[in-house]
């Protein structure tokens, strides 16, 4: 795809457009092959046919029928199509897949009026080939959207704030002032408004966009709320590259056995038992060996996902271990000085905010920390609630406070805070407040790594790390999930830890607040 010369958000917006687009050319495609389908047999004929009268139907039932089909690409539709995530399709589940939910016309009054349906009739050759046009047009676009989504994001301004779920929702549906989106739904009109009545020439109908949402509308009710919305983008932006998949149809033994070996050698190194891993990283085992993930996905669904889980797990086992060693750092300082005296050495200028300049300055000079550009952001990222690139004395009070004591602050009010200047009185305060902001910035570095990590294993979202945890019963994320999800997978942590945890994440450790999917990715 040729680069375009557009600046970032014209960019993104054009190849939003063509993105849509594509899916609603593939979707009129589609729904005219259902129809031709439908017209001769029922949905339940061909649900037989594929599922040689079990009550299921799975991607190798499909690949035994029409065996031009690439079974890893039937895997990739079930995708959309598999609401229960069972890895098989039930009836009402191939029902949604293969009949078009909003059409002009009745195909069932269509059908009785044709004298020529004959109930029972197997399915002849006409009929695989309009069944094998329907897998392959699903094929054709994932192909397409993928590349379609690929340079989506690649064209997304590079932040560390930035969430490009949020970024590409509120593109789409127009920004929202009270950044709700628990409740807020990406909706027909806003798909209408954002793409305008013509587009590459094409005349948009509510139908077309209708059933553009319906193959990623969980809640059958129309419209896209948030998590709908950020599967769909993972849905293509983690897709396999198709080339490979290709080449795999014609290669050779060598190639094969290479497969195999390093689908092997991928499930040795999940398979490393508690005493072989020890205290060592899971993410360094797997990056370590030059592992490709996406070449055994389909190999043991079973063993990717307890990776995914212990992977997760460690991340959160490693944040309490240093949260702790963190936690008697800021003890031991607090008990030679409190962070208002401390606040006050930081307000150089007596406006009850710590800039950068000055942080930075008395950083240097007073405890010869060097802080560079990307060690400020580290820690100030974390702390600064209200994004002003400056810290007030709430902010700072969690910054610098004992996690376990932060609550307890009586007067945390900046405003009635009557900033003195302060000095060091002695070597052992400077040593320990020293100690301080370096442990402070190597802990949110340390996090950081670890967060980036976790980004880096393929097909693992933020989206998926937040099902793994939350209770499904609820949508929302609450602290006895995350508890329940650490002791489940083996996690030790007492309750003054777990108290560390929830403030260190939330900012509070009370046990009976939810959390719902945008607060969770701002922790992640």
């Given at each position: 795809?040729?680069?375009?010369?557009?600046?970032?958000?014209?960019?993104?917006?054009?190849?939003?457009?063509?993105?849509?687009?594509?899916?609603?050319?593939?979707?009129?495609?589609?729904?005219?092959?259902?129809?031709?389908?439908?017209?001769?047999?029922?949905?339940?004929?061909?649900?037989?046919?594929?599922?040689?009268?079990?009550?299921?139907?799975?991607?190798?039932?499909?690949?035994?029928?029409?065996?031009?089909?690439?079974?890893?690409?039937?895997?990739?539709?079930?995708?959309?199509?598999?609401?229960?995530?069972?890895?098989?399709?039930?009836?009402?589940?191939?029902?949604?897949?293969?009949?078009?939910?909003?059409?002009?016309?009745?195909?069932?009054?269509?059908?009785?009026?044709?004298?020529?349906?004959?109930?029972?009739?197997?399915?002849?050759?006409?009929?695989?080939?309009?069944?094998y046009n329907i897998f392959n047009i699903e094929i054709e676009n994932i192909n397409d959207s993928s590349l379609l989504m690929q340079k989506i994001i690649?064209?997304?301004?590079?932040?560390?704030?930035?969430?490009?779920?949020?970024?590409?929702?509120?593109?789409?549906?127009?920004?929202?002032?009270?950044?709700?989106?628990?409740?807020?739904?990406?909706?027909?009109?806003?798909?209408?408004?954002?793409?305008?009545?013509?587009?590459?020439?094409?005349?948009?109908?509510?139908?077309?966009?209708?059933?553009?949402?319906?193959?990623?509308?969980?809640?059958?009710?129309?419209?896209?709320?948030?998590?709908?919305?950020?599967?769909?983008?993972?849905?293509?932006?983690?897709?396999?590259?198709?080339?490979?998949?290709?080449?795999?149809?014609?290669?050779?033994?060598?190639?094969?056995?290479?497969?195999?070996?390093?689908?092997?050698?991928?499930?040795?190194?999940?398979?490393?038992?508690?005493?072989?891993?020890?205290?060592?990283?899971?993410?360094?085992?797997?990056?370590?060996?030059?592992?490709?993930?996406?070449?055994?996905?389909?190999?043991?669904?079973?063993?990717?996902?307890?990776?995914?889980?212990?992977?997760?797990?460690?991340?959160?086992?490693?944040?309490?271990?240093?949260?702790?060693?963190?936690?008697?750092?800021?003890?031991?300082?607090?008990?030679?000085?409190?962070?208002?005296?401390?606040?006050?050495?930081?307000?150089?200028?007596?406006?009850?905010?710590?800039?950068?300049?000055?942080?930075?300055?008395?950083?240097?000079?007073?405890?010869?920390?060097?802080?560079?550009?990307?060690?400020?952001?580290?820690?100030?990222?974390?702390?600064?609630?209200?994004?002003d690139e400056k810290l007030n004395l709430d902010e700072f009070n969690f910054m610098v406070s004992p996690i376990s004591k932060i609550n307890q602050i009586?007067?945390?009010?900046?405003?009635?805070?009557?900033?003195?200047?302060?000095?060091?009185?002695?070597?052992?305060?400077?040593?320990?407040?020293?100690?301080?902001?370096?442990?402070?910035?190597?802990?949110?570095?340390?996090?950081?790594?670890?967060?980036?990590?976790?980004?880096?294993?393929?097909?693992?979202?933020?989206?998926?790390?937040?099902?793994?945890?939350?209770?499904?019963?609820?949508?929302?994320?609450?602290?006895?999930?995350?508890?329940?999800?650490?002791?489940?997978?083996?996690?030790?942590?007492?309750?003054?830890?777990?108290?560390?945890?929830?403030?260190?994440?939330?900012?509070?450790?009370?046990?009976?607040?939810?959390?719902?999917?945008?607060?969770?990715?701002?922790?992640?």
């Amino acid at each position: 795809m040729q680069d375009l010369n557009l600046n970032n958000n014209e960019s993104i917006i054009f190849l939003i457009k063509r993105f849509i687009i594509n899916q609603i050319k593939k979707e009129r495609k589609l729904t005219q092959n259902k129809i031709n389908i439908l017209l001769k047999y029922t949905s339940n004929q061909i649900f037989n046919f594929f599922s040689y009268n079990n009550n299921f139907i799975t991607p190798k039932s499909i690949k035994k029928r029409i065996d031009s089909l690439d079974i890893k690409l039937i895997e990739r539709i079930f995708e959309i199509y598999d609401k229960d995530k069972d890895l098989i399709l039930n009836f009402k589940e191939f029902h949604n897949f293969l009949y078009p939910k909003y059409i002009d016309i009745d195909i069932d009054e269509i059908r009785e009026k044709n004298s020529s349906i004959l109930f029972g009739e197997k399915i002849d050759d006409e009929a695989k080939k309009i069944l094998y046009n329907i897998f392959n047009i699903e094929i054709e676009n994932i192909n397409d959207s993928s590349l379609l989504m690929q340079k989506i994001i690649e064209n997304i301004p590079n932040s560390d704030d930035l969430n490009i779920y949020l970024y590409l929702f509120e593109l789409i549906k127009g920004k929202d002032n009270n950044n709700d989106y628990l409740y807020e739904y990406i909706m027909i009109d806003d798909i209408q408004k954002f793409l305008g009545n013509n587009v590459e020439g094409i005349q948009i109908y509510e139908q077309d966009i209708a059933n553009f949402i319906f193959r990623y509308d969980f809640e059958n009710n129309l419209k896209l709320n948030f998590e709908e919305f950020t599967n769909m983008i993972n849905y293509f932006l983690f897709n396999e590259n198709n080339e490979n998949i290709q080449s795999n149809k014609n290669n050779s033994d060598d190639i094969q056995n290479n497969y195999i070996n390093n689908c092997n050698s991928f499930m040795n190194t999940i398979s490393l038992s508690n005493e072989e891993n020890n205290d060592k990283n899971l993410f360094e085992n797997i990056f370590r060996n030059n592992i490709d993930i996406n070449l055994a996905i389909n190999f043991k669904e079973k063993e990717l996902r307890e990776l995914k889980i212990n992977l997760l797990a460690n991340y959160f086992k490693n944040l309490i271990k240093e949260l702790d060693e963190l936690e008697m750092n800021k003890i031991q300082t607090s008990q030679l000085i409190n962070s208002e005296e401390l606040f006050s050495l930081f307000d150089i200028n007596k406006e009850l905010n710590i800039n950068k300049e000055n942080f930075k300055k008395v950083l240097n000079e007073y405890f010869n920390i060097k802080l560079s550009e990307e060690d400020f952001l580290y820690l100030i990222k974390k702390y600064d609630l209200d994004r002003d690139e400056k810290l007030n004395l709430d902010e700072f009070n969690f910054m610098v406070s004992p996690i376990s004591k932060i609550n307890q602050i009586k007067d945390k009010n900046s405003n009635k805070f009557n900033s003195i200047h302060f000095n060091i009185k002695n070597e052992e305060q400077k040593n320990s407040i020293s100690n301080l902001f370096k442990n402070l910035i190597n802990f949110e570095k340390s996090i950081g790594n670890q967060k980036k990590k976790l980004a880096e294993v393929p097909l693992y979202s933020c989206y998926e790390m937040f099902e793994l945890i939350r209770n499904k019963e609820s949508k929302l994320l609450t602290s006895e999930d995350i508890f329940y999800f650490l002791k489940n997978n083996n996690v030790l942590i007492q309750n003054e830890q777990f108290d560390l945890l929830l403030n260190y994440l939330f900012f509070s450790s009370e046990k009976n607040k939810t959390y719902d999917f945008i607060d969770f990715i701002k922790i992640m």
